[in-house]
């Protein structure tokens, strides 16, 4: 099929407003990143609370900024091969589906998977592929399906707030690139690594000035962070979330083949109630990015 390219928003458009935040707490226990080891990043022991959180709405980040996003970035997706790296409990495939995609899902929580799939009215011609599948192993085997017309090669792929939750990214971007097509489409959200990393960022006050502004203790250096999903709850109910700088998701990108040509930054879409600060503070939430959106495609 023919990759939409030319129908792509330009990069640095403006935009105009799947998952809910995996790492948004506030118990973190920050260490340098390991060097190659694959951890166990799967949710399965928090998707129940996950499943729960995002229930089949989604979060509203996911409702209002997130999910249009990502489709701006994909462009038309009617009667495309979609596969959803990482998709959780599927709302991003539900959505792509809605729009006349032929999608995939695969994650490596075979407990999301099976939410997922307890959504689906049996019988009905979905159009969505579930797969139980590590992210990390797409470089060695394309993901099962029934139907040929939803395996590879791929027209477009995405990775929707997942691609912070997984190490080493090499083999899943490696991945990806196998089982796209020639010219098609990645497209890759995240929270911003500048501005929304665990433990060294966060909000602050001028009060000489009246300005709100968002403070970054530390960028460059890649590390893991341990996060307490509940907390209050069962201290052991955590996942693991990976910073990296921008600089590396584009070196691993080009060294799967891949090319970026779409850079967006996108605000949040919340607004204060009523109060003195509240101007001020809407302003430095829109003029500072919450989440970072990708597009490369293969060459």
């Known amino acids: 099929m023919k990759s939409n390219r030319h129908n792509r928003p330009r990069t640095g458009e403006t935009p105009q407003r799947r998952r809910a935040p995996r790492n948004v707490t506030q118990h973190h226990q920050r260490q340098p990143a390991p060097a190659t080891r694959q951890l166990d990043t799967s949710w399965d022991e928090v998707a129940e609370w996950y499943d729960s959180l995002v229930d089949e709405r989604g979060s509203d980040y996911q409702r209002e ?28 495939c539900r959505e792509l589906r809605r729009l006349g995609a032929r999608v995939t899902g695969i994650d490596a929580s075979s407990a999301l998977i099976e939410q997922a799939r307890r959504r689906e009215v049996p019988g009905k011609g979905s159009r969505i592929r579930y797969c139980v599948m590590d992210a990390r192993a797409l470089g060695e085997s394309a993901p099962e399906s ?27 971007f490696a991945g990806v ?22 433990g060294q960022t966060s909000w602050g006050w001028d009060a000489e000035s009246g300005r709100q502004f968002r403070r970054v203790d530390g960028y460059l250096t890649p590390y893991e962070s341990a996060v307490r999903m509940r907390p209050g709850a069962d201290p052991k109910l955590s996942t693991l979330t990976f910073h990296r700088p921008l600089q590396t998701y584009v070196q691993q990108l080009a060294l799967a083949g ?21 101007a001020e503070e809407d302003r430095a939430r829109r003029e500072i990015p919450m989440f970072l959106g990708l597009r490369a495609f293969k060459r």
């Open 65 to 92: 900024v997130v999910i249009p996003g990502a489709l701006r970035l994909l462009g038309s997706v009617g009667n495309r091969r979609i596969l959803d790296v990482a998709c959780g409990q599927g709302v991003l």
């Open 146 to 172: 029934s139907a040929a017309e939803y395996g590879p090669p791929y027209d477009a792929a995405c990775c929707v707030l997942s691609i912070q939750n997984i190490d080493p990214i090499a083999p899943v």
């Open 177 to 198: 690139a196998r089982v796209l097509g020639t010219g098609a489409e990645f497209v890759i959200v995240m929270l911003h690594p500048a501005f929304r990393a665990i």
């Open 258 to 278: 891949l090319v970026v040509d779409g850079l967006q930054e996108w605000p949040s879409h919340r607004r204060s109630p009523p109060s003195p600060r509240a």
